[in-house]
């Protein structure tokens, strides 16, 4: 058993470096290939939605193939690689996380106190607000980067907020093709990402 894990980390560490040192294309559908199931049931046990797992898993790998030069052969691939999906997770709860502002009730309670509930505002404060102006332009500039039909396909997906059966029946596609498109630009937008040095 513990053959067969070593041999696994040397042969996942050759394609790391066949793919970050050499930019394999085969590398890095050979890393998807290997993980890429393993990785979206692990984010479904948490999301418990397809979809939401789904678009974990590529943005995952998006994130997992940009710092390969971070990867070192001292613990498996997968472990890695999860370890990006669990934090990406946790991100995506922060993302989507409803603040909450207190309001005092009319309500006693039985020392006489005001009760003070805490009710759900999705309202950020100036500075998120400004953030997320700043980082929503940043990100409209990079996509603005991305050649057809890549470009328009974030748009519909991130922008018009439509689901992958929406896009396929706008775009006359089979819905395998469009979540195979949109993955290929999330990568190519990761890349200009990459080459613009840009935070998001």
Known sequence: METATTDRMQHDYQLVCAARDHGSHKAYADLMAAYREPLYLLLLRMTHNTTVADDLTIETFGKAFLQLHRYAPTSTFSSWLYTIGINTYIDSLRRNHLDTVPLSSAQRDSEGDFI??????????????????????????LVDQLKEPYRRIIRMRYYEDLSYEEI??????PLGTVKVRLMRAKNLLAAVVEKKRVEI
Not at 118 to 128: A, H
Not at 168 to 173: E, F, P, R, T, V
């Open 116 to 141: 003070e509930y805490q009710i759900p505002s999705n309202q950020p404060n100036p500075e998120e607000s400004l953030i997320r102006m700043q980082r929503d332009e940043t990100l409209k500039q």
């Open 168 to 173: 396929a029946q706008q775009l006359n596609l």
